[in-house]
């Protein structure tokens, strides 16, 4: 399975804000830090931000910032929460694309959703915690301190 851009990033992103020692980074600065397009970090930002996973106020004193549900919110929900529990294949067509012919005799659509589940599942009993551990922790501070020591921001 392929992860959205979005999700990646949105991970990613909280994972950063989890391990930061910086307080209150902006979109802006995360997106410079993760050499990835300023709104398109906006727009994971909106939606962590309507999902109550972080706060992000703007202006003198603002920035981004952990919700507690963000913390200990699951992996797997917040991956879930960016791609959608839909069917991994599309069986029923679209306006443009006709049905599949075994659709109501086809068996791969069922392993396949027990498949996206079973990705689901494997993920849902992590935390931000859990992904932030050493090494992977140290190494985001690493990285962030790193890029600012060289103006990269």
């Known amino acids: 399975m392929r992860l959205l851009r979005s999700t990646d990033l949105a991970l990613r992103l909280l994972m950063r804000l989890a391990a930061t020692t910086d307080p209150n980074p902006t979109t802006r600065d995360i997106a410079a830090a993760m050499d990835v ?6 727009k994971v930002v909106a939606e962590l ?19 507690e549900r963000g913390r200990t919110a699951s992996v797997g929900a917040v991956v879930r929460a960016f791609e959608g529990e839909g069917d991994v294949v599309d069986c029923e067509g679209t306006t443009t694309t006709a049905p599949c012919p075994l659709n109501s005799a086809c068996r791969l659509r069922g392993a396949l959703r027990n498949a996206q589940e079973a990705f689901f599942a494997a993920l849902d009993p992590l935390t931000l915690e859990d992904l932030i551990s050493t090494p992977t922790g140290p190494l985001l501070l690493t990285i962030s301190r790193t890029h600012t020591a060289t103006g990269s921001s």
């Open 37 to 42: 397009p300023y709104t398109h970090a906006a």
């Open 49 to 67: 931000q309507h999902r109550g996973l972080l706060t992000a106020r703007r202006g003198r004193g603002g920035g981004l910032a952990l919700t």
